[in-house]
C-alpha cells in the first residue's frame, strides 16, 4: 500500500467522522432553547471539507 493511499485513506474517514460529528451537534442544538454554543458546528463542518479535499487530491495521485 502506498502512503498516498494511506493517506486519502486517513483523510477520507476524517472527513467522515467530522461531517458526521456536526450533523449531530446540529441536531443536539437545534433541540434547546435558549443561548447555545455553536464552536463544534463552527469547526467540524469547515474541517470536513478541508479533508473531504485532501482526500479527493491523494486520490488523484494513486
Known amino acids: 500500500m502506498s502512503l498516498a493511499y494511506a493517506v486519502m485513506l486517513l483523510t477520507f474517514f476524517l472527513s467522515l467522522f467530522h461531517f458526521s460529528y456536526g450533523y449531530r451537534e446540529a441536531i443536539r442544538i437545534s433541540d434547546e432553547d435558549g443561548l447555545v454554543n455553536g464552536w463544534s458546528i463552527i469547526v467540524c463542518l469547515p474541517l470536513g471539507f478541508v479533508f473531504a479535499h485532501l482526500a479527493s ?6
Open 57 to 62: 487530491i491523494f486520490y488523484q495521485q494513486i
